[in-house]
């Protein structure tokens, strides 16, 4: 079944809030998922997750991000060529909608949904603010998932 929806969650959950894509992307599923929605799981973004990309009509990366501005934060996300350049250890969502682009044609429109990473020592499960955080991401994307995604 070809998919409208994609949600994309990035980190490491051994690192404690690093593991907020992946926490939020659990608890999706414990919700239940409507129909023609994928949900990936990865460490980090590689160039492979493109040919996901090229089937699907909107997607949301949901990552952790380092800095003091508290609270949810979802932007609209384009394609750059540029944050990608050296395809190295940090592959950005930018750079992995201009490769699907360059490769396929079009792009899903895109946003990025993050939260702060408060802790980010060896160990898992998020902390306590974090966790919040990810209760509001579910919420937020329930409702992103019920809109037209604009």
């Known amino acids: 079944m070809h998919a409208d929806s994609l949600?994309?969650?990035?980190?490491?959950?051994?690192?404690?809030?690093?593991?907020?894509?992946?926490?939020v992307l659990?608890?999706?599923e414990a919700e239940g998922l409507p129909g023609r929605l994928k949900l990936i799981s990865v460490h980090?973004?590689?160039p492979e997750i493109a040919e996901d990309l090229r089937t699907v009509d909107r997607v949301v990366f949901v990552d952790a991000r380092i800095g003091e501005e508290a609270g949810?934060?979802?932007?609209?996300?384009?394609?750059?060529?540029?944050a990608g350049a050296t395809l190295s250890h940090e592959f950005p969502p930018a750079a992995l909608l201009h490769l699907?682009?360059?490769?396929?044609g079009q792009t899903p429109r895109a946003w990025t949904l993050s939260a702060p990473?408060?802790?980010?020592?060896?160990?898992?499960?998020l902390s306590p603010a974090c966790q919040v955080y990810a209760e509001e991401a579910v919420?937020?994307?329930?409702?992103?998932?019920n809109?037209?995604?604009d």
Do not use: H
Not at 72 to 82: F, G, Q
Not at 139 to 145: E, G, I, R, V, Y
């Open 26 to 28: 659990d608890l999706l």
């Open 7 to 23: 949600i994309i969650g990035m980190g490491n959950p051994l690192r404690r809030d690093d593991g907020f894509g992946p926490a």
């Open 139 to 145: 919420l937020l994307l329930q409702d992103w998932l």
């Open 44 to 46: 980090q973004l590689s």
């Open 72 to 82: 949810l934060r979802m932007t609209p996300l384009e394609a750059d060529a540029i």
């Open 100 to 104: 699907t682009g360059a490769l396929y």
């Open 147 to 149: 809109s037209e995604g």
């Open 117 to 125: 990473a408060l802790d980010l020592s060896p160990g898992e499960g």
